[in-house]
């Protein structure tokens, strides 16, 4: 609670509050495969979410590669602590960093015998003093103000538990597409004296942002047991669960693996085309595997997994008589879950069949074909069912006047 008595200390001297709202962002199109992951994640893959608590024992490492260079630039990093919504607190540096807020990244790598040559930088970040949410701002020397890339993540310093409950859609339609949940926060002798305005949730399924669910308030107020209880009956803690992720096999380019149906080089890179895929939404569920979304950059041709790891130009088709008036879009961590021009599925009326390909490092990844805008359901292509396994998280911020920004007091992380 140290950090609440100097936050509110300092709030005589420094206010305002920008409002730009941080996202995870490539600016530069040469930036490529950059996410955070624990430090003890020996293969560094894209599987985890970006939360650590404020020890900070496993802190978490940023890595990306620059494409199309021989040469390492100079980068810089910096951190900013964000409110709930991603704007701008109105903490300063010195309030929650140890350091300097300018980081050298000093650790980087050349590729090795790849067609496409590119740099790796990987940084450590480093140790915050106050939870909440962070952006990490890698930047130019001397450019600050010209980012190539931003990420979030966030630090949580558990003062309250979470409790969470999954249960069937309490929509009769919504009980065999959707995932419901109902959760309890026990928050003790922690100091919350207006439940709904102080405390802020957000639910993520499998650490999306794209699709979370914020703005809930607590249904019931248990001041006798310092409880607050998050239960509705208006769809409103309702997740479409989706289905089990597509996936490819793009580890090696010496064979072709699962759903590759093809690799060969062409104007001086590797390209895979992958089997033509077809809806599934009017299947029934069935049970495989998935990373929920996530990659693995991995490499079985070589030993190196990141530096010998080479980038391919990598061909997706989904099979479809007629195009649907909705813009279809490849989804999962390979494309960040951005919904623009360089994921929007093309339809060929010749072909029959949407297109798209994207520039990917060696690994194994997930995949989805997504319609976020869809009058009824954006899984109308791969369907929703209730048996599908997800990830989720609950992220629990506090808020007050005095501190001058969210804090995060509470975090649940685990599957339906």
């Not at 495969?33 to 404020?54: E, R």
């Not at 020890?55 to 590669?65: A, G, I, K, R, Y």
């Not at 339609?173 to 802020?200: A, C, W």
Request: overall charge negative.
């Amino acid at each position: 609670m140290k950090y609440l008595f100097c936050l509110i200390l300092f709030s005589i001297h420094f206010s305002g509050v920008g409002q730009e709202v941080f996202r995870d962002q490539n600016f530069d199109p040469d930036i490529k495969t950059a996410y955070l992951f624990p430090a003890n994640d020996p293969k560094g893959s894209n599987i985890h979410a970006a939360v650590v608590p404020l020890s900070q024992n496993v802190p978490l490492v940023l890595t990306f590669d620059e494409v199309n260079t021989d040469e390492a630039a100079y980068y810089y990093a910096s951190i900013i602590h964000c409110n709930a919504d991603w704007t701008k607190s109105g903490l300063n540096d010195m309030e929650y960093l140890y350091d300097f807020n300018e980081f050298f990244i000093e650790e980087y790598a050349f590729s090795i015998n790849t067609k496409i040559p590119y740099t790796q930088f990987k940084f450590r970040l480093p140790r915050v003093k106050v939870p909440g949410n962070y952006i990490i701002k890698v930047y130019p020397e001397e450019q600050p103000d010209n980012p190539i890339l931003t990420r979030r993540f966030v630090v949580y310093d558990r003062k309250v538990g979470v409790l969470p409950k999954f249960e069937r859609s309490s929509g009769i339609s919504e009980r065999i597409t959707n995932h419901q949940i109902n959760f309890k926060i026990n928050y003790g002798s922690f100091p919350i004296l207006n439940p709904h305005m102080d405390v802020k949730v957000v639910i993520r399924q499998n650490f999306r942002w794209d699709n979370a669910i914020e703005g809930l308030k607590p249904t019931f107020v248990r001041t006798d047991i310092n409880e607050l209880e998050y239960r509705y009956f208006d769809l409103q803690n309702n997740f479409f669960a989706g289905n089990e992720y597509r996936f490819f096999d793009l580890r090696s380019i010496l064979y072709s693996g699962q759903n590759v149906a093809q690799i060969t080089e062409h104007r001086g890179m590797y390209q895979a085309t992958l089997y033509t895929d077809i809806p599934k939404g009017k299947e029934a569920y069935a049970v495989f595997n998935d990373y929920n979304g996530g990659y693995i950059i991995e490499n079985s041709d070589r030993s190196g997994d990141y530096l010998e790891a080479d980038y391919i130009q990598v061909h997706f088709n989904l099979r479809m008589d007629q195009p649907l008036s909705e813009d279809i879009y490849l989804a999962g961590a390979l494309t960040g879950y951005k919904f623009d021009k360089s994921t929007k599925m093309t339809y060929d009326d010749e072909a029959k069949t949407y297109q798209n390909s994207l520039l990917l490092k060696q690994g194994w990844y997930d995949y989805i074909y997504y319609v976020p805008n869809h009058e009824k359901n954006p899984y109308i292509i791969e369907g929703s069912h209730f048996e599908t396994r997800n990830n989720y998280d609950i992220i629990v911020y506090y808020s007050h006047p005095q501190l001058r920004a969210d804090i995060v007091v509470g975090y649940w992380k685990g599957s339906n």
